[in-house]
RNA sequence: GCAGACGUCGCAUAGCCUGGUAUUGCGCCGGAUUUGAAAUCCGGUGUCCCUUGGACUCGGGAGUUCGAAUCUCUCCGUCUGCGCCA
């Protein structure tokens, strides 16, 4: 949410970034309109308490000098100072609830190096790392490799549950742990506190951290408690200091938290994300980094390098890209994908998530920290370290051999108790 | 699930019984003093509308009242005990 005194002094900025994004502005004006309504209503009714306040002073003064015809006739006076009160606080409240919720609509502002274009099409390549794996045969896809090694079972998740549901098994399952606990450390050594946090969150902190819409399409509901199954730690990571006020010399707040993760991915999909690559659930290693506004460019090029090092670190072949105005979203401001390359799908897929929401989550979430002069939003990042079920398809598919079996990458050998190939599943 | 206690400004704490401007300490910010620092002293330190100024704020909401941190109801949360339980 942006803050309403941007509104107030510098519409043109909000305006100059909504037709960067190609939508109609017309919501800006609605919401000036509504926020000189409330203050003018708030004034009246700041007035009338006014009165109201400064008359039962003077009861308490007569009272106490035992006039009680003074009493009698203030009374008289303010008798229906109540009800006036009382209907012009229902229009102020009416109106700025108004003024909010369209402000919970209105998306981030954008970084100025944030390409333009429609959708992410238009996304652009900065860099490519590691090398693409040079096959003397034919890589097959993760589906087909998950299927012949028995690593996965969709089926009978699908009987049991419904569809994008898997049973993950053996060896598979075992690289799978091996990669939580190597990317957690990874983070760990860097200084971030591992945190585990609720899978569920109500509504009123989720509202603070993600798009509204996603309540209709990404996340699940559990009733009859009104909760919210997460769909990333980024959610409960950073909406755990809401509504409070952060010393300075707490922050910055790093964070590595583990988490599954639950989306219903509601809408159609592709053939080539069958398999494993998009799933109702899956784990993920996140980080989530809280801080002063001054200091969060800094520490998105930070997340970054962290990714970049973990998945160079695993010997994997990606590319990053800068994503541009059509495909960034709601929260963030600017926003880097990492894409693995599959060889078995010939392309590059997102993997990697990295964005800096500056001080939008934090404006929704009341979270500050305090600042002589006025308390002042923080800004709130977070990047993608491993979503293990897409860092295992980008595994399988780069190391896989001639006869369908996976090297182990050598970081996540000493996770595997040694095992250096991914046996079948029996 | 049952019973009880509790929730006050960043933290801690008084006020609640008996309704009448939210106390004090710590922390933080500014200033004085100092060669510098410590110590000490003074002032400030929540939110909103701002026009000198005003209004709001005691977990959330509602009620009673001229007036609610204080009384009533309700919801939420925390803690303790009992029960159940991996």
Not at 144 to 150: G, P, S, V
Not at 247 to 260: D, H, Q, R, T
Not at 290 to 312: F, Q, R
Request: aromatic content about 8%; charged content about 30%; proline content about 4%.
């Amino acid at each position: 949410m942006l803050d309403i005194q941007i509104f107030r002094d510098d519409p043109d900025r909000i305006r100059a970034d909504f037709s960067k994004r190609g939508i109609d502005g017309s919501i800006i004006d609605e919401v000036l309109l509504l926020d000189d309504r409330w203050r003018e209503v708030r004034f009246e009714v700041d007035q009338l308490r006014k009165s109201r306040n400064s008359a039962a002073r003077m009861i308490s003064e007569a009272k106490k000098k035992g006039d009680e015809g003074e009493v009698k006739s203030i009374l008289g006076e303010v008798s229906n100072l109540g009800s006036k009160i009382e209907s012009l606080e229902e229009e102020a409240e009416r109106l700025i609830s108004k003024r909010d919720s369209i402000r919970m609509q209105i998306p981030n502002l954008l970084h100025e190096a944030v390409p333009t274009g429609e959708n992410d099409q238009k996304n652009v390549e900065i860099s490519r790392h590691g090398e693409s794996p040079i096959f003397n045969f034919e890589p097959k896809t993760h589906n087909e490799l998950i299927e012949m090694n028995r690593w996965v079972d969709l089926p009978r998740a699908g009987k049991i549950t419904g569809s994008r549901q898997y049973f993950l098994m053996g060896d598979l399952a075992r690289l799978e742990m091996a990669l939580q606990q190597y990317s957690a450390d990874f983070l760990i050594d860097r200084g971030y506190t591992l945190v585990q946090p609720p899978l569920m969150m109500n509504r009123k902190a989720y509202e603070g951290v993600t798009d509204l819409s996603d309540f209709e399409t990404v996340m699940y509901g559990i009733e009859p408690d009104g909760y919210y199954l997460i769909a990333t730690s980024e959610h409960p990571l950073t909406a755990m200091m809401m509504d409070e006020v952060i010393e300075p010399a707490n922050l910055p707040i790093k964070m590595v938290g583990v988490s599954p993760c639950f989306r219903r991915e509601v809408g159609a999909h592709g053939m080539s994300d069958r398999g494993i690559w998009r799933v109702h659930q899956f784990t993920k290693v996140e980080q989530v980094i809280i801080c002063k506004p001054e200091e969060s460019w800094g520490y998105h090029t930070e997340l970054l390098g962290n990714a970049k090092d973990l998945w160079d670190s695993l010997g994997l072949h990606y590319r990053v890209v800068d994503i541009c105005t059509g495909d960034i979203g709601t929260v963030a401001s600017r926003k880097y994908d990492l894409e693995a390359w599959l060889p078995g799908a010939g392309e590059f897929k997102e993997v990697v998530s990295c964005s800096n929401c500056t001080d939008y989550q934090a404006n929704r979430l009341k979270m500050r920290y305090r600042k002589s002069g006025g308390n002042e939003a923080v800004h709130t990042l977070n990047s993608t370290a491993v979503a293990t079920s897409r860092a295992l398809v980008a595994i399988i598919e780069q190391y896989q051999t001639n006869n369908g079996a996976v090297i182990v990458p050598d970081v996540l050998i000493p996770w595997m108790r040694g095992k250096k190939i991914l046996e079948p599943n029996q």
